[in-house]
Structure formats: C-alpha cells, structure tokens
C-alpha cells in the first residue's frame, strides 16, 4: 500500500526540447486521476511547451476520455464520424492498402473555423508503423516573435478569415476523393461557411501573442484584396514552418501527445504505406480566439 501511495505520489518530470518547443513528461500514470498537484504540473508544462508527450501509456478509451475531461470539456468534432459508443473519440485509423493521402497532412491548427476552436488535442498511439508517420508541430508563438516590429504591428489589428470549405466542402479534398477510406469523413455545406479570427490571438494563460493562420482553414485575411490575402497569407506560412519553429514528433506506442491548438500548427507526415496506423484522437474545448 505504501509502495502504490509513493508511485501515486512521484516528482514529475519534464525533459523539454532544446528549444523548449515540446516537452516530454515522466513520472505520471494517466490510466488513473491526477492528484490536484499532478494535474497543475502537467498543465503548466502543456502552457509554457506547447506540445508534451507522455511516453508509455498504454490507456483504454474510457482512460483516454477521463484524462481528456481532467484537461477540461470536450470539444466539436465536426465532419468525422466518432467511434461507436464514443462520441468524443476519433479513430484515425488506415490501413495497410489504403491509397488515399494520410488524413492531416496539411498544416493547420484543429477546427479552427470554429467560433471556439478546440484548445488542446490529444492524440493516443495505438498501433505505430515502422516507418513514417511523424508529426510535425510548429511555433507560432517564436514566429511571431521573429517578425519585426513593423510587421507585427502591421499584423496586429488584422483579422483572417477561416473556414472548412477546403478539406471539408461540398467541393472540398474530400467531396473530390476517389480512393477508398477507413475513417468516416463528413462532406457538409456547412463546411463551406466562413468566420472571422485575430490574426495575432492573444493565449489566455501564457499572455504570449502568436500567429493564429493556417493553409488549411485560413482562406483570406478581411478587408483586403485576394491579392493582397495572397501575397501577407503566403509570406506568413513560409515564415512559420521553418525549421527554427518546427519540432519534429517521432511516436512510439502507448504514447499519449497533447498540444495546444492556440498557439501551433501541426502536420501529419505520411511514409507508411504497407502498414497499419491506429490512433486515438479527442479535442479539448476552447474559448473564443481574442
């Protein structure tokens, strides 16, 4: 008993990377509830990492869920079908002989043509190919630090423009699909809508103002022309993905990721044909970008 009260109990650690853009966390059991101490320690390393990994976590759904609520309320998950009996779980899952392109595989933060994108995802290996299929996050935060003054207070005020239409529309990547799929994707008009975010979003806990685009989900920037969209959107994602600002995610299995949605963009590489993947994906709720 005494034994099981000192493992309940262990020092945390976080080992972050050379940038401190992603952290990896030790010394914690998620099949089980975090003490109110655990929880406020993973938290801040989630808050000041961005993206942290806890290896050797063999979890269930229902663990996977419950850890999820400990985090916060489960967010949207809009155009993909749940697993059966969990309506806040995604599979992503493709099979060995599947042809279509690997499901994330543009850069983008989650939801965000959400009026309250997801704040966190978190993300539980199940099966992990031997080769491919790392994930790449970048720093949207460091990026926007690296601009100069000038363009940042240019930026500052601006608001883009985000919507699903892309991947998700009527005439979207997925409307378009020829090859067969495992996962359910949802091909809906309402992807098609737009809504309107700060292009600098400010992070509610950390303070720090980052860049809030994507090529995905980011079609314009409001108030100016196409061109004009074009010409800011296209230097800002060049910006933002190079290397100083990506940290490269290798998994294993039984590992659970969890990363902040308000502050990174993220992209799934592929490289895994012939094999079998399966993860488990579920979102946290957020708040209305500012």
């Not at 099966?127 to 207070?153: K, N, W």
Request: glycine residues 6%; hydrophobic residues 40%; proline residues 8%.
């Amino acid at each position: 008993m005494l034994k099981e009260a000192e493992s309940a109990h262990r020092t945390i650690e976080v080992r972050p990377q050379p940038s401190g853009f992603g952290a990896e966390i030790t010394g914690v059991d998620l099949s089980r509830p975090l003490d109110r101490d655990q929880l406020a320690q993973v938290k801040a390393a989630w808050a000041k990492h961005a993206v942290v990994a806890f290896p050797d976590q063999p979890l269930t759904l229902e663990q996977l869920e419950a850890f999820t609520l400990q985090i916060g309320p489960f967010g949207a998950d809009p155009f993909i079908k749940p697993m059966p009996g969990h309506p806040n779980v995604l599979e992503l899952r493709r099979e060995p002989d599947e042809k279509a392109t690997n499901f994330g595989a543009g850069w983008h933060s989650d939801w965000s043509f959400q009026a309250q994108p997801p704040a966190a995802t978190l993300l539980h290996s199940e099966v992990v190919p031997p080769v491919g299929g790392d994930t790449l996050f970048c720093d949207c935060a460091r990026a926007f630090e690296a601009l100069s003054p000038a363009m940042q207070a240019m930026l500052a005020p601006l608001r883009a423009v985000h919507s699903a239409g892309r991947a998700y529309g009527t005439k979207g990547v997925f409307a378009r699909e020829t090859e067969k799929r495992t996962m359910q994707i949802i091909v809906s008009e309402e992807a098609d809508e737009t809504l309107t975010h700060p292009l600098v979003r400010t992070h509610p806990v950390t303070g720090r103002k980052s860049l809030f685009v994507s090529p995905v989900y980011t079609v314009a920037v409001e108030g100016l022309t196409p061109k004009e969209s074009q010409a800011v959107l296209g230097f800002l994602f060049a910006h933002m993905v190079q290397d100083e600002f990506v940290y490269r995610h290798r998994w294993a299995p039984n590992m659970l990721l969890m990363w902040d949605n308000r502050c990174t963009m993220h992209l799934a590489e592929g490289g895994y044909d012939g094999h079998l993947r399966v993860m488990h994906r579920t979102t946290v709720a957020g708040d209305t970008p500012v």
